[in-house]
């Protein structure tokens, strides 16, 4: 299957539409990890993501007859947009199904290209089902976002420039996995040429499919999915995806929200490109990697594999990078309702920033201040400035891996003392999927 994989990679008609994309050097990020760090930049496509690869190679195996009846799809917003775009330049009709959480930027985008936009379900799995439907009803070829070798020929030519890009020393390529297309692409022509080339799947932590699948021996769906990174949020990995991959990717890693935050400031301080989360995810599997190796002197490369995001995200996304890079602590801390009690506060803690301050009125002899402070990476200091508090008798409480008090506690307003008898305090967890 591996030849068969290969073969298909070198014969892939992508650059009709695609563009060959730069690998970019991140020096600020190889001084800092003490490594060659380099980043492939497929948000650099005409549809800022390297979805317009499997796509278009998908559509230029299709009949006249196929072409004729139209194409459809499911996707999250960044396949949709290359299946918009290849079905444009072919003249060929298509519809695209998408999941109600896709950012708003994504669906736009998609209209624009002339695709008609449906949108159906809280997660890819919801979409793909209702794609299914309209594929009986009306006679469309339905087009598949990772699971078709053809797609994944498509996203495997990424792997080819890689490597007639870069043709020296190359350790480790840390590839974003969401239904597992561009992975197994990657990883087939990689290790049929390099074997010596690591191969790193990165997932987020909570939908982290292809683990799960590796863990078992066999593909798995998961119970739910986290939607922070709507462009990874898979509850399946692909049946020909996992059949190509699953004896060629040599490790997983899996990162958080604030993980991949903080990637997305590091792309953005080393290329200026402002990365979409699931773009930077590989990133985010990069830096864990050193971290937990200790590994120097190697040249590691990640794929940027795509730039669509929501405007309005981004002020979310920068609250989140200090935390992903344990810069910054997030503690609840009661101290005298009386002045110049934060000034003693701030001397209790020594010379450091506090970077968010809310407060609440508890009673006339106890205030709760909710406080961000600024520590140094590791977790050693932020015990340390826990530990003074303590020494000084403050009771306080860490909430710094707490998502909750990330999301929601941080923006709470102060309230007026004589509003408090009136105001009841609740907290509670729901699905992350809408109507769940």
Do not use: W
Not at 76 to 94: E, P, S, Y
Not at 381 to 396: E, G, M
């Amino acid at each position: 299957m591996l030849e068969a994989t290969v073969k298909k990679i070198l014969q892939a008609r992508v650059y009709d539409a695609a563009r060959e994309t730069p690998i970019s050097p991140a020096p600020f990020l190889s001084r800092r990890f003490n490594n060659q760090i380099l980043i492939k930049r497929e948000d650099l496509q005409p549809v800022y993501s390297f979805k317009i690869r499997g796509a278009f190679n998908k559509m230029a195996q299709l009949s006249e007859a196929q072409k004729a009846k139209g194409v459809i799809a499911a996707s999250a917003g960044n396949h949709a947009q290359g299946l918009a775009m290849a079905a444009k330049l072919m003249g060929v009709k298509a519809v695209i199904v998408m999941p109600r959480i896709t950012p708003d930027i994504k669906v736009q985008a998609v209209r624009a290209r002339g695709a008609k936009v449906i949108l159906k379900g809280d997660a890819f799995s919801a979409a793909a089902e209702h794609a299914r439907e309209l594929v009986a009803e009306h006679g469309y070829t339905y087009i598949p976002p990772f699971d078709d070798i053809d797609v994944i020929a498509g996203q495997g030519t990424i792997g080819v420039e890689i490597l007639r890009q870069h043709s020296g020393r190359l350790d480790a390529v840390f590839v974003p996995v969401g239904g597992g297309g561009l992975i197994a692409g990657v990883a087939a022509y990689l290790k049929y040429l390099r074997p010596d080339i690591k191969v790193i799947g990165v997932e987020a932590e909570d939908s982290a499919c292809l683990k799960a699948a590796l863990e078992a021996g066999k593909r798995v769906t998961l119970d739910q999915v986290g939607v922070f990174a709507e462009g990874v949020a898979v509850a399946q990995i692909g049946e020909m995806p996992f059949k190509i991959m699953r004896d060629l990717v040599d490790e997983v890693i899996t990162v958080n929200t604030d993980e991949m935050c903080a990637a997305v400031k590091d792309i953005f301080d080393d290329t200026r490109a402002v990365a979409e989360t699931s773009g930077a995810l590989s990133l985010a599997g990069l830096k864990k990697y050193v971290q937990q190796t200790g590994v120097e002197g190697q040249t590691l490369l990640c794929i940027n594999s795509g730039a669509n995001t929501n405007f309005d995200r981004l002020q979310h996304i920068a609250e989140r990078t200090e935390l992903g890079e344990q810069r910054e602590a997030i503690l609840a801390v009661t101290i005298p309702e009386q002045p110049g009690s934060f000034k003693k506060f701030c001397k209790t803690i020594g010379k450091r920033m506090v970077t968010e301050f809310n407060y609440r009125y508890a009673d006339p002899a106890h205030a709760h201040i909710f406080v961000g402070v600024q520590v140094k990476p590791g977790g050693e200091d932020r015990q340390a400035v826990i530990d003074r508090l303590r020494d000084a008798d403050y009771p306080v409480e860490d909430l710094t891996d707490n998502e909750l008090a990330k999301l929601h506690i941080r923006h709470l307003g102060a309230a007026a003392p004589s509003s408090i008898s009136r105001r009841r305090s609740t907290a509670s967890s729901f699905p992350s999927a809408p109507g769940r």
